[in-house]
């Protein structure tokens, strides 16, 4: 989804007490926006942040039940949600929950990669406000879910049981990562089709799609499907 008018501040913020590694990250092989990662200590997560995109480090989704913040744009990566519901003031914030295999550093570069990096491609990027004004997200489906593919295997592989859990009305979202001299819009919806096409017919939710462009010598093109549940 390109939309030429989005307008974010060109920091990604990290709040965190956990030591984090930010040299995953090499600007000059990614064709993206300027974009400065900086990490900041979870106590000084602010109230209001308007406009800007801040990723929230924390072990338990608990740590910020009492928390007073609202965050534009924000997405907490925790490794356990002891939480029945999620509080008012994170109603705005995507949740991804990591794996038992993966550490708070895994887990960041795979969000990153999967869906923070797509705001600020020069390609076709996400706008997060379309996710808050989608029927999934106004529904309560704050989770998400991640899955890396590579080009070869959506064309071989019997890919079912990947899709199976994407409920019918749930929002998809599909981020494509290319070597920047295979990158064109006729092989970014020939891609789109192919996964709606392996989402079935019974699929009736919103669908989101993006991508960026690097120069990596070894750059493959990468598919990753999001998708928001519950």
Do not use: W
Request: aromatic fraction near 10%.
């Amino acid at each position: 989804m390109q939309n030429n008018e989005i307008k974010l501040n060109e920091n990604l913020i990290i709040y965190t007490h956990t030591t984090i590694n930010l040299d995953f990250f090499n600007p000059a092989m990614e064709n993206l926006r300027p974009l400065n990662i900086v990490q900041k200590p979870l106590s000084t997560l602010p109230f209001s942040q308007a406009d800007k995109v801040a990723i929230i480090i924390v072990n338990d989704l608990a740590e910020l039940a009492s928390s007073v913040i609202h965050c534009e744009h924000s997405i907490v990566i925790t490794a356990q949600n002891n939480l029945t519901a999620t509080p008012e003031h994170l109603s705005h914030a995507m949740i991804y929950q990591q794996s038992a295999s993966e550490d708070h550093q895994q887990a960041l570069e795979k969000v990153f990669h999967a869906l923070v990096k797509f705001y600020f491609s020069t390609e076709l990027f996400l706008d997060p406000f379309d996710f808050y004004q989608s029927d999934a997200f106004a529904k309560g489906q704050r989770c998400i879910n991640i899955y890396l593919l590579q080009e070869q295997q959506l064309i071989n592989d019997h890919l079912t049981t990947l899709f199976e859990p994407i409920g019918q009305d749930d929002a998809v979202i599909l981020n494509f990562e290319f070597h920047q001299s295979s990158f064109s819009l006729d092989k970014v919806h020939g891609l789109t089709q192919m996964m709606i096409e392996q989402l079935g017919e019974k699929f009736d939710g919103e669908i989101f799609y993006s991508c960026s462009t690097s120069s990596k010598v070894d750059q493959q093109t990468l598919i990753y499907l999001c998708y928001l549940s519950a």
